[in-house]
């Protein structure tokens, strides 16, 4: 490049954004919730990560609303290269701890947070109160490549 010509500028780091999906307990919200994660990363282009995305948010709204009795909610973020999606729900009680991959696939439950421990680059949980909300709030996150 000569040299009085200024280098490009980097491409700018998108805007922050933040959805959240309330949902009735009822199993029909997995794939309502899958289908809107899908739409959501398209229309900001971060289709690599949808196929993952899909997989992690089923497993956390289909334990949202299986092992609870009261609505709960999916919320996907996305901020500095980073995609977190986590389900709400009203139970307190912590998530069962994952099985290992190779015990979980034995066994009808134990598989959805295995899933996530292995599909995303990081997961965990934490108890909510507040606004007159009780529950959990269980979350992974994917970095973009």
Do not use: F
């Amino acid at each position: 490049m000569p040299e009085n010509e200024p280098e490009p500028e980097p491409e700018p780091e998108p805007e922050p954004w933040e959805y959240s999906l309330y949902i009735p307990n009822d199993l029909r919200a997995v794939t309502v919730s899958r289908r809107t994660l899908r739409l959501i990363l398209t229309m900001h282009g971060l289709i690599s990560l949808v196929d993952v995305a899909e997989l992690l948010a089923a497993e956390l709204v289909s334990n949202a609303v299986r092992h609870t009795k009261g609505p709960a909610a999916l919320r996907v973020r996305w901020s500095v290269g980073v995609l977190r999606i986590g389900a709400w729900d009203a139970d307190p009680e912590p998530p069962e701890r994952p099985r290992p991959l190779d015990q979980a696939a034995d066994h009808e439950d134990g598989r959805g947070l295995a899933l996530v421990r292995a599909c995303a680059d990081t997961w965990g949980w934490h108890p909510l109160s507040r606004h007159g909300n009780r529950g959990k709030y269980v979350w992974c996150e994917l970095k973009a490549a």
